[in-house]
């Protein structure tokens, strides 16, 4: 079983940048399709980006767009979101999963591997 980890979460300042990595435990080249949610306290969570399993497709929210990108690495088994000009409604804990075979798209039922997530705080 694929395992995910999170990683790069942290504080930082309205307008600033952070970068998340999520490192599966195993090879994921055109294996699976990756994707990026988030949950802020007392909302639900959220589709924020997705890449498909040969990153020939990727897909955003409409709140990020223009400010995150997805990207994946296979040589190293890990996918990045690249996040700028980030908002105090960007805090939320951040998490990434995995679907086998098939694209997750935005949706949470679309995958059945996840992290345990990463805490981005955006204040001044």
């Known amino acids: 079983q694929l395992a995910l980890v999170e990683s790069g979460g942290g504080l930082v300042q309205p307008g600033g940048s952070l970068s998340l990595s999520c490192t599966a435990s195993?090879?994921?080249?055109?294996?699976?399709?990756i994707g990026w949610f988030r949950q802020a306290p007392g909302k639900e969570r959220e589709g924020v980006s997705c890449?498909?399993?040969?990153?020939?497709?990727?897909s955003y929210a409409e709140s990020v767009k223009g400010r995150f990108t997805i990207s994946r690495d296979d040589a190293k088994d890990t996918v990045y979101l690249f996040m700028h000009n980030l908002e105090p409604s960007d805090t939320a804990v951040y998490y990434c999963a995995a679907a086998r075979r098939y694209f997750g798209g935005l949706k949470s039922e679309g995958y059945n591997v996840w992290g345990q997530g990463t805490q981005v705080t955006v204040s001044s």
């Open positions: 890449v498909t399993r040969t990153g020939d497709y990727t």
């Open positions: 195993g090879f994921i080249r055109d294996e699976y399709s």
